[in-house]
């Protein structure tokens, strides 16, 4: 017990002397969170608009004003030349051509219908995917719109029309930050823990102290534990400092409870620290734990189901985010954060869990050698 | 005094076909300076990383302090001190947490550390470099500093791996002064150099050449017997047989 408070100790101190972990504790978090959620999310604004309105009416003027206003779009060119669209599209100025035709109005008043066409550039497909969809419901509702002023109200015409309403569960006001920010979270803790202790046993092996600890009576499992520990509680402390951040920034706080959450995290950040002792085990200098742990990373954070839907992936993919532990801590964050999850319901995932902090510490101990 | 704390009996290492130390047998004495000599690549390093526990024999048989280098490894690292070639204190510790560190993994407490620290940093003229990082420090007294830590905590060995490389002669000169005092305390000293006149210094010499001990003796009868005028000479005498190339 002395020998590994002495370790502890030791750690804590070469940790706090190091500006760079101190940065990576504690700035990379508050700058991740600020600058993440704002700019990482679902949600398409700025859909660059070219129109071509050929009709000059009220009308077209009306819609065009309609679009404006929503705040989605921002009109990049407006006019009748049809080349100088294309163009805006082919140097990618616009994202979208709206085509309104000479006789727009003229078609509606007299025929009752009229059309008009939108053409999407495709090259980044979400963008314009969205954009259409945007743009059509958009029509739809200026459609419903003048024809409720010129019939009078829908309830006196003859054909009937279906009408939707919408209630969103768990995040009424559909708050991306909600949605991002909990998954944030979870990275950062990632990160923190990954690449501390990767790195933090591979330097030891650099500069030559792990032979000194080698030939000294101190045991396998005091060493390890040695490095976990201070690990351990300064990814705490960075997550903690994470949830401050949320609150003030985003005014998150959680529906279920911070035990709840710091629980789950505990078993994953020994998970998470597993895996970096494994790496650092294998790895002969720094440079080669940074790329292995950069590695995994990459795969865990674009497997996790937090920048791509995980139920859109193939079934290959599927499965590999299904063993990746991000995954868990990400579903049972949002889970206690927005939907106010308690210890009893996320017990399989906390199963599954420790069933892993067992085997990638057991990994660990198993492949850290003190003899050659 | 014939106590004997090392003794290796046709102790071998292999690493595939390549014999790193070839039945190599020595007994060392309580308190004695043994110099363990050789050419780069003629398996001192090897040897002494067998008596250290660090890597298992393939063959032979050793004890260290009275312990079997197969089965009692973890008794053997209790009772022995270690400087390695390279430097293996932490840079970004201080002096003072470097002692504390190395003291408490091999058990002492906190008191024991307190009241022998004072007069080793005195002893050294460190004391006003206490609260100073290791790595601000020159490389002799960070050698020295070393030396005092791996005999901090009393071992019965201590196994010095070309402790003085790089170092100034007259810091060599006080090192080998602290050498000499763990002697009078009866503390072995197994030390590989490269230095010939440090080999005039220990007790007794061994000369490895390709893995195995040409020659064992003190220096003075290492000398007569070679007819040689100095270690040196002695030295250059059984290194040339050796085939194998250095590192």
Known sequence: MRTLIVIIQKEFKQILRNPATIKLIFVMPILQLIILPNAADYEIKNINLHIIDHDHSALSRRLTENIRATGYFRIEGYGTDRKAARHAIETEKADIILNIPASFERNLVREGKSGLMIEVNAINGVKGGMGAAYMNSLIHRFNSDIRTEWTGDERFMQAGTIGTTSSFWFNPEMNYSFFMVPGILVLLLTIVAMNLTSINIVREKEIGTIEQINVSPIRKYEFILGKLVPQFILGMVAMTLGFGIARLFYGIVPMGSYLTIYLFAAVYMFTILGIGLLVSNYSATQQQAMLASFFIMMIFVLMSGQYTSIDSMPEWAKWIARVNPVTYF??????????????????????????????????????YHKRS | MNEYVITAENLTKSFGDFTAVDRISFEVRRGEIFGFLGANGAGKTTAMRMFCGLILPSSGKASIGGFDVYRETEAIKRNIGYMSQRFSLYDDLTVQENINFYAGIYGMSRKAIREKSAPLLKQLGLEAERNALVGSLPLGWKQKLSFSVAIFH?????????????????????????????????????????????????????????????????????????????????????ARKAKRKGD
């Open chain 1, 330 to 367: 990400i579903e049972v964050m949002r889970r206690v954060v927005l939907k106010g999850a308690g210890p009893g319901d996320i017990l399989p995932e906390l199963g599954i869990m420790s069933a892993y902090a067992l085997l990638t510490n057991s990994l660990a101990v198993f492949s």
């Open chain 2, 154 to 238: 009393e071992p019965k060995i201590v196994f010095l791996d070309e402790p003085t490389g790089g170092v100034d002669p007259i810091t060599r000169r006080e090192f080998w002064q602290m050498i000499y005092e763990a002697s009078d305390r009866d503390i072995t000293v197994f030390v590989t150099t490269h230095y010939m006149d440090e080999a005039e210094y220990c007790h007794r010499v061994s000369v490895m050449v390709d893995g195995r001990i040409e020659a064992l003796d003190t220096p003075g009868g290492l000398k007569k017997s070679h007819g040689a005028a100095s270690m040196n000479e002695v030295f250059l005498q059984l």
